[in-house]
């Protein structure tokens, strides 16, 4: 079965493409290596390096003939959205409508897309469900958000079945940790370095981390079922940063203390998301805890910084 995925170099999107080699599925990736890395890509997949912008995708389509696409490729700052709002808008829009279009004209049975936490805003009850209300405080926020009114209108329209899965804040192996990496990638690789990290506000905000594979059993799941719609894939589970840190700490055996800074502006107190919907209907619930996730994230960016300096 072939299935393409856009980003398919970038963290999240690489590992969906390996668990989906594993499984034997046919995959091609299009990628622009924008923020993405040669070196994650499977070598048992197909890659073109493309703008998801650019026409010539249809190319790729007509080639590869996917009856899947999991549409991954997108600018992922938010403080980014807010700079530069025009670029954000172009990938994360006009890109997307640029991908739907070709599986339109190309007959995909299925896109399966992420969706972000950050459509929520402040949330107004805790769990965050699929019903909570939407309040972006971002452009990012916007951009997430829209592409599944696309999703739902290249449904009714063109009878294409989508799933947006609302990710949580996703960390583990190859996530980036520079500027705008996860706060996880972070910080094990200022602790890994003996550095101190930030950690803006006290760090008693509560966040939902959920673990890269568990994220990519979702995507195959959502793949291989007949499920439609909007899933949250998250822990449900209420970790504060000062508990994260202090997690990875002892895992390393370490006590390095953070540096307080103050809060940025945008950034929502508490956070953490229930996985009821995607459990009923796909059978998915997280399996890795986050003690493990934190020591294979830890394991893998101890690998790399011995083959390349992280600093
Ligand atoms: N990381 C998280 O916690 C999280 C949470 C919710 C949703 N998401 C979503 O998951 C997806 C993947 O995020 P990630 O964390 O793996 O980020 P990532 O930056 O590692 O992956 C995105 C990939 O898209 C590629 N890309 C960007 N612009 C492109 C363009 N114009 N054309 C072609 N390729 C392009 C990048 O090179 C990169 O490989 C994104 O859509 C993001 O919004 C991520």
């Given amino acids: ?20 080699v594993e499984k034997h599925y046919k995959v091609s990736i299009i990628d622009n290596l924008s923020h993405g890395k ?39 700052s938010v403080p980014n959205s807010i700079v530069d709002p025009v670029n954000d808008a172009s990938i994360n829009i006009m ?23 950050a459509i929520f805003g402040e949330p107004s009850y805790l769990p ?16 997430k958000h829209t592409v599944e009114h696309y999703l739902k209108v290249y449904k009714s329209l063109y009878n294409i079945d989508y799933v947006s899965l609302r990710c949580s804040n996703v960390y583990g192996p190859r996530q980036d940790y520079s ?24 760090g008693y905000q509560i966040r939902d981390f959920v673990f890269v594979k568990d994220v990519a ?29 202090s997690s990875i700490n002892s895992i390393l055996h370490k006590d390095i203390a953070p540096i307080y800074t103050d809060s940025r502006e945008g950034d929502i107190r508490d956070s953490y998301m229930s996985y009821d919907k995607i459990n009923r209907l796909l059978g998915w619930k997280p399996e890795k805890s986050l003690i493990e996730g934190l020591k294979e994230t830890l394991d893998y960016y101890n690998k790399y910084s011995k083959s390349e300096s992280i600093v």
């Fill in 217 to 245: 059993r979702a995507y195959l799941m959502a793949i291989e079922s007949e499920a439609q719609g909007i899933f949250n894939v998250c822990t449900n589970s209420k970790v504060t940063v000062n508990e994260l840190l």
């Fill in 95 to 117: 890109g997307t409508i640029n991908v739907l279009e070709a599986a339109r004209k190309f007959n995909v049975k299925k896109i399966i897309y992420p969706a972000s936490a």
């Fill in 1 to 20: 079965m072939n299935v393409l995925i856009t980003g398919g170099a970038g963290f999240i999107g690489s590992h969906i493409v390996d668990l989906l």
């Fill in 128 to 143: 965050i469900d699929e019903e909570h209300p939407l309040e972006m405080l971002s452009g990012y926020g916007v951009t």
């Fill in 38 to 76: 040669k070196e994650n890509i499977n070598s048992k997949a197909v890659f073109y390096e493309m703008d998801i912008r650019n026409e010539k995708i249809l190319e790729v389509f007509e080639k590869e003939k996917p009856k899947f696409v999991i549409h991954n490729a997108a600018q992922i």
């Fill in 179 to 202: 500027g705008e990496g996860g706060v996880i990638a972070i910080f094990c690789e200022k602790l890994l370095n003996n550095e101190r990290p930030f950690i803006y506000g006290d």
